[in-house]
């Protein structure tokens, strides 16, 4: 018994080694590289922004050493009670950027999509960017962005940020979301088939062909969504259209959680949401995790033959952390903890969605609630 369960488990790594082996070789990259594109459409950049006065100076300073030039900037402050407003204001010469002050949520609505649907009636370009606040762009960032665009005719690019990460609590959170990615999605297959089963997006770096964006209803399309760029991603697919997702490599930065309570937090308003499956089948699914990735450390300790399972699994996190630009030695040492960790945020996301208990920059953002 114990021998059949090894070579379930050895089969199971071995796929996923050969997937995580697969995107270091081919994932889609936004490089840093300063071309200069022959023709430079008209591209309007679309920041919500709820109380991000630590972040929003650092996107703003990195949006004005941009070498694409065709472009505006408009800033929504989603009714911030801290200094983000003033901040925006004080770079709006620099940066030539626009604020606007959000409106009244509506009921039917979730915070940041309607926030990006106020900014997306405020815009003129060919090309719609949507980032975050916490995001830091190379000055070629843009530019390479669309040329992906161009070159492949897409009608939808996200990027996976590069993430910046400080701190041991950190570093049990953060690095779960390109494990998730790079563990079980080839990203080229997201480009390659049409199938809504190969799409990924990450809502803080996603650029659309405004054309595009509008005949698939905008964001009023995904409102009630908590995991709107997986919802775009999934319609633009059935629909048809083409979308591609990168790695935002030394081009797309992103200090996306400070510690390890913000990041379970942030984590848990995405993680039982983003899959889409009753709660039975996610508990299913995190168990599938612990006894794939986390047994098998346990099981060494008993049978020698798990250390070739072992060794496979923090292979494969060795492959996942180099297109990451993640720390290869910490990803290593870490992997059982954050497995771990991964487990808690799971069932703490599924409880707190079940309890109507979703809450972000002090908003309930709870589904239909």
Same mark, same amino acid.
């Given at each position: 018994m114990?021998?059949?369960?090894?070579?379930?488990?050895l089969?199971?790594n071995?796929?996923?080694l050969?997937?995580s082996?697969?995107?270091?070789?081919?994932?889609?990259?936004?490089?840093?590289?300063?071309?200069k594109?022959?023709d430079e459409?008209?591209?309007?950049?679309?920041?919500?922004?709820?109380?991000?006065?630590?972040?929003?100076?650092n996107?703003?300073?990195?949006?004005?050493?941009?070498?694409?030039?065709?472009?505006?900037i408009?800033?929504l402050d989603?009714?911030?009670?801290?200094?983000?407003a003033?901040?925006?204001?004080?770079?709006s010469?620099?940066?030539?950027?626009?604020l606007?002050?959000?409106?009244?949520?509506p009921?039917?609505?979730?915070?940041?999509?309607?926030a990006?649907?106020q900014?997306?009636?405020?815009a003129?370009?060919?090309?719609?960017?949507?980032?975050?606040?916490?995001?830091?762009l190379?000055?070629?960032?843009?530019?390479?962005a669309?040329?992906?665009?161009?070159?492949?005719?897409?009608?939808?690019?996200?990027?996976?940020s590069?993430?910046?990460?400080?701190?041991?609590?950190?570093?049990?959170?953060?690095?779960?979301?390109?494990?998730?990615?790079?563990?079980f999605?080839?990203?080229?297959?997201?480009?390659w088939?049409?199938?809504?089963?190969?799409?990924?997006?990450?809502?803080q770096?996603?650029?659309f062909?405004t054309?595009?964006?509008k005949?698939?209803?905008g964001h009023?399309?995904?409102?009630?969504q908590v995991?709107e760029?997986?919802a775009?991603?999934?319609?633009?697919?059935?629909?048809?259209?083409?979308?591609?997702?990168?790695?935002?490599?030394n081009?797309?930065?992103?200090?996306?959680?400070?510690?390890?309570n913000?990041?379970?937090?942030?984590?848990a308003?995405?993680?039982?949401?983003?899959?889409?499956?009753? =709660?039975? /089948?996610? +508990?299913?699914?995190? !168990?599938?995790? @612990?006894?794939?990735? $986390? %047994?098998?450390?346990?099981? =060494?300790? /008993?049978? +020698?033959?798990?250390? !070739?399972?072992? @060794?496979?699994i923090? $292979? %494969?996190r060795?492959?996942q952390?180099l297109?990451?630009?993640?720390?290869?030695?910490?990803n290593?040492l870490?992997?059982?903890?954050?497995?771990?960790?991964?487990l808690?945020?799971?069932?703490?996301?599924v409880?707190r969605?079940n309890?109507?208990r979703?809450?972000?920059?002090?908003?309930n953002?709870t589904k239909?609630n």
């Amino acid at each position: 018994m114990l021998d059949i369960f090894f070579y379930i488990l050895l089969l199971f790594n071995i796929l996923f080694l050969g997937i995580s082996l697969f995107n270091w070789l081919t994932a889609p990259r936004i490089k840093n590289s300063n071309i200069k594109l022959n023709d430079e459409p008209f591209v309007s950049v679309l920041i919500p922004a709820r109380n991000e006065e630590r972040n929003i100076p650092n996107l703003l300073n990195s949006l004005s050493s941009q070498n694409y030039q065709n472009l505006e900037i408009i800033v929504l402050d989603d009714n911030s009670n801290d200094n983000t407003a003033t901040i925006v204001n004080k770079f709006s010469d620099v940066t030539k950027s626009r604020l606007l002050s959000g409106v009244l949520l509506p009921e039917t609505w979730l915070g940041k999509n309607w926030a990006c649907n106020q900014l997306s009636n405020e815009a003129k370009g060919e090309y719609l960017l949507f980032i975050d606040a916490d995001v830091i762009l190379d000055s070629s960032a843009i530019s390479n962005a669309i040329r992906y665009m161009q070159e492949y005719n897409l009608d939808m690019l996200s990027s996976f940020s590069t993430q910046q990460i400080s701190g041991f609590g950190s570093w049990l959170t953060i690095p779960l979301v390109n494990w998730l990615l790079l563990n079980f999605l080839p990203l080229k297959f997201v480009l390659w088939f049409k199938n809504p089963s190969f799409a990924a997006a990450n809502g803080q770096f996603i650029l659309f062909k405004t054309e595009t964006y509008k005949q698939i209803g905008g964001h009023a399309a995904v409102k009630d969504q908590v995991v709107e760029d997986m919802a775009f991603a999934k319609i633009l697919k059935r629909k048809g259209y083409k979308i591609i997702t990168t790695l935002g490599d030394n081009t797309v930065f992103c200090k996306m959680y400070s510690g390890f309570n913000e990041g379970v937090n942030g984590f848990a308003k995405n993680f039982f949401p983003g899959f889409e499956i009753p =709660a039975m /089948l996610f +508990y299913m699914l995190l !168990l599938f995790f @612990a006894v794939t990735f $986390l %047994a098998p450390f346990v099981m =060494a300790l /008993l049978s +020698y033959k798990f250390i !070739l399972i072992t @060794a496979i699994i923090l $292979l %494969a996190r060795i492959f996942q952390s180099l297109p990451s630009k993640q720390n290869i030695v910490i990803n290593t040492l870490l992997h059982p903890l954050q497995i771990i960790v991964m487990l808690y945020i799971g069932v703490l996301s599924v409880n707190r969605l079940n309890n109507n208990r979703i809450e972000w920059k002090g908003r309930n953002i709870t589904k239909n609630n």
